[in-house]
């Protein structure tokens, strides 16, 4: 069994999805049940370390980073020394790239 570290930032994500569905779409109801449906997949990757596809598998960069569907979400985490970290939890047709990596291309001289 792996150990568990989620990040400020996939807890404050945690936070606004609940947010913005109960406040912004006012229902607190599905806020709560997919806050609960999300939480209960983190606890999934303490459990089996192949759930998930890695990220390199859709992005053309080498890394170590893996993510998980659910719902309309993405759960990006990485294993390390039998600890998962989750690093962000994010809405699946925001720029997930651009959130979690900036401008991969900020050095390259234009």
Not at 10 to 33: F, H, V
Not at 47 to 60: F, K, R, T
Not at 79 to 108: K, M
Request: glycine fraction near 6%.
């Amino acid at each position: 069994m792996y150990k568990l570290k989620i990040s400020p930032e996939a807890k404050d994500d945690l936070a606004q999805i609940k947010d913005y569905i109960s406040k912004e779409l006012g229902n607190p109801q599905a806020a709560i049940n997919l806050v609960s449906k999300i939480t209960k997949k983190i606890r999934g990757l303490t459990e089996y370390s192949g759930i998930g596809a890695p990220l390199s598998s859709v992005l053309d960069i080498q890394i170590d980073y893996r993510f998980l569907v659910c719902d309309n979400y993405l759960i990006f985490y990485r294993y390390e020394d039998g600890i998962v970290f989750v690093s962000r939890i994010l809405y699946g047709r925001r720029n997930y790239t651009r959130i979690l990596f900036g401008d991969l291309h900020e050095d390259e001289e234009i």
